[in-house]
């Protein structure tokens, strides 16, 4: 579904590479979670696959497209099929959650029925149904990020990205987002997940991928965080 | 998505991001209502400029004096004479009946002058016609042909008296020079002033869009097209020059009204002016300033947002 064919990431010429000569398959379905120390390139192999960042060399492959190769207007089509969550939340601050959801169902072309629809039925899905009003700052940093996924997932996308989701966060609000997640993959979702969170990966159990220095150094089918 | 979804859609958060980004929006709309305000001065300046000018210049002629022994003849000829030049706007011709019947009305309570002109038996006042030329510049050309034409003392020539071009000739030059640069820097004024303001307004609604550069990095992220991002703030930069224009319009009766000199229109200079108001300028021609303010706001508020966004929306 997803393969990195040899990428490599070279920021500026003669700096070292962000991302060396890597190679990773991910199938549908999968929660793969990349671990590694600050600056490894877990974040900038992500940004490869929705083409915030093109690779030096190398290929992105999504389905049987080439990411590389995609005219404006397909990219958008598949931004819209790529969920993503950071570790900063990025919700559009002057929209309260219920405009945070919709923005991204609307550029999807959804009609309003079905937004109206939507929009409460993934606010249940993460909790926060009583917040549908609010303003992001009127959130806590475990509420926000709930928002990010809601609007990640509503447009039921094949991918989510999971940039650092719990970063910011504090063990119980990391737990539920964690239960969150999993639920979004067990519902068929494949889920390519990046943290420094040693508890978050092995309470996760699935699939983990270690990165030093732009490499690939591990891939465990059933792994444990070990750097 | 039908096109008209998408416009209500743009139209909407436009709308709603105005009104929730209100701090922003009256920045951008205070720095949009002093470039109004600018635009007011210099129209009205130019409008009295111009007005006045125009009087003076109506004040400004060549008359030619006939003796009083002229014939009728002599007098049409010059006259067709001077209707032929191109440079004459009109001409208006005054009998010797005319000049004497206006002579005792302007003297009527100088006995002694009229006594005088009674004990003369005859008109001592010669016929006269007064030109005006298309230009100001114009004035010195007809007064050399006349002056060529009485120097020669042949055929109608010799029928003119006197000229008295000559008399107002430096006026004349002085107010020719400053018709000259007056529109020189009124055009140099306007100019700099148009580009001092159009920089202000988009720097405002830079800054205004810089605070929402990361937001429309997460709409490009969401797969959100070019359009869809760009239109939301197009629309509130078009809401900030419709208010701007509007909060003008109706502050402009009571500041020509009461204290021109609030937005640079001095009230001595109006004074001097003499025949031209401001405020009666404004009310006569509202439809004129209400357009182009509207038209000057609105096309600055959508332009500026739109190349503050597209900086954004290129990275």
Known sequence: MIFFDKVTKTYFEGSSAAVSDITLGVEPGEFVSIVGHSGAGKTTLLKMLFAEVIPTEGAVFFGSREVGKLSNAELLKLRRNIGTIFQDYRLLSTKNVYENIAFALEVAGRSDEDIAGDVPHVLDLVGLSDKIWSFPHELSGGEQQRVAIARAIVNQPDVLIADEPTGNLDPINTHDIVGILKKINDLGTTILLTTHNKSVVDSIGRRVVTMDQGRIVRDDKDGKYSL | ?315
């Open chain 2, 1 to 315: 998505m039908s096109l008209w979804t998408t416009f209500k859609r743009i139209a909407r958060y436009g709308f709603v991001g105005f009104v929730r980004n209100g701090f922003v929006s009256l920045s951008a709309i205070l720095m949009m209502t002093i470039m109004s305000f600018m635009l007011v001065n210099i129209m009205i300046s130019n409008a009295a400029m111009t007005a006045t000018l125009q009087d003076l210049t109506n004040k400004v002629d060549v008359t030619v004096y006939f003796r009083t022994d002229a014939t009728q003849d002599q007098v049409e000829q010059i006259q067709k004479s001077l209707q032929a030049l191109p440079e004459v706007a009109s001409i208006a011709y005054m009998s010797r009946e005319q000049a004497l019947a206006d002579f005792r009305e302007r003297h009527k309570n100088d006995q002694l002058t009229i006594q005088a002109l009674d004990e003369l038996g005859t008109n001592p006042l010669g016929a006269s016609i007064e030109v005006r030329a298309k230009q100001t510049s114009q004035y010195e050309g007809i007064a050399k042909y006349l002056q060529a034409q009485q120097d020669s003392q042949a055929g109608a020539g010799a029928a003119i008296d006197k000229v008295n071009f000559y008399q107002n000739k430096t006026a004349i030059d002085r107010l020719t020079k400053i018709i000259d640069t007056s529109e020189k820097n009124g055009i140099a004024k306007t100019v700099f002033l148009a580009i001092c303001a159009l920089l202000i307004v988009l720097n405002t609604i830079r800054l205004a869009i810089y605070t929402a550069r990361d937001e429309i990095g997460v709409m490009n992220l969401v797969g959100a097209g070019r359009w869809y991002v760009r239109g939301p703030f197009m629309v509130a930069g078009v809401l900030y020059g419709i208010v701007s224009s509007v909060v003008v319009l109706i502050l402009l009766y009571p500041i020509l009204l009461y204290h021109p000199v609030l937005i640079g229109l001095d009230p001595t200079t109006e004074l001097l002016f003499g025949s031209f108001n401001s405020f009666a300028y404004f009310t006569g021609n509202f439809l004129l300033f209400f357009g182009v303010l509207m038209s000057t706001s609105i096309a600055l508020g959508a332009l500026s947002s739109y190349l503050a966004v597209r900086r954004y929306l290129n990275s």
